[in-house]
């Protein structure tokens, strides 16, 4: 009994957890909302254990800016 109350407060406080840091990427985009769900945090893991080259490689694809084009008239 006691393992479901602690799951079950894990599972509240995650669940508060994805609500308050990532509802703000969902509302700015969308479409890229995934991206940022699932590269973020593979890409702190992976800086957090010495791969900072692969850290970033993930952080551009996770935030993939577009070009912008800057022709002038």
């Not at 973020?40 to 996770?62: C, Y």
Request: zero cysteines; aromatic letters at 16%.
């Amino acid at each position: 009994m006691t393992e479901y109350i602690i799951i079950t407060i894990l599972i509240i406080s995650f669940s508060g957890f994805l609500y308050w840091a990532y509802l703000p990427d969902y509302k700015r985009n969308p479409k890229e909302f995934w991206r940022t769900l699932i590269g973020m945090p593979i890409g702190i893991l992976l800086g957090g254990i010495g791969f900072r080259s692969l850290n970033d490689q993930i952080r551009k694809w996770a935030v993939k800016k577009k070009k912008e084009n800057n022709t002038e008239k």
